[in-house]
């Protein structure tokens, strides 16, 4: 079974960083493109950046220059550092992972940003 766990959601004011991990635990094995996906209230939900198994980064044009993805492959981990956050980027934010042709979902972390 696999299990992605993400942290490091919560409420900041505009201008504000944060820094969401997303863990992967059980049978995953040869993880390929990690991503991370961002829904608002109403609205569908988006690609907001993803990195490749070997590191290359892609974003939406509404966070480049602001949003950064990583990745720790030892770890399972892929990162997102957000600075100058704005209240639009305000949403639950979801990391996806592929292994081996499967997708796998995260719970959701809530990111508010607001004054």
């Known amino acids: 079974q696999v299990r992605l766990v993400e942290s490091g959601g919560g409420l900041v004011q505009p201008g504000g960083s944060l820094r969401l991990s997303c863990v992967a635990s059980?049978?995953?094995?040869?993880?390929?493109?990690m991503t991370w996906y961002r829904q608002a209230p109403g609205k569908e939900r988006e690609l907001v950046a993803t990195?490749?198994?070997?590191?290359?980064?892609n974003y939406v044009d509404s966070v480049k220059g602001r949003f950064t993805i990583s990745r720790d492959n030892a770890a399972k981990t892929v990162y997102l550092q957000m600075n100058s956050l704005k209240p639009e980027d305000t949403a639950i934010y979801y990391c996806?992972?592929?292994?081996?042709?499967?997708?796998?979902w995260g719970q959701g972390t809530q990111v508010t940003v607001s004054s």
């Open positions: 996806y992972v592929i292994s081996r042709g499967f997708g796998y």
């Open positions: 059980g049978s995953i094995f040869s993880i390929g493109a």
């Open positions: 990195i490749s198994s070997g590191g290359s980064t």
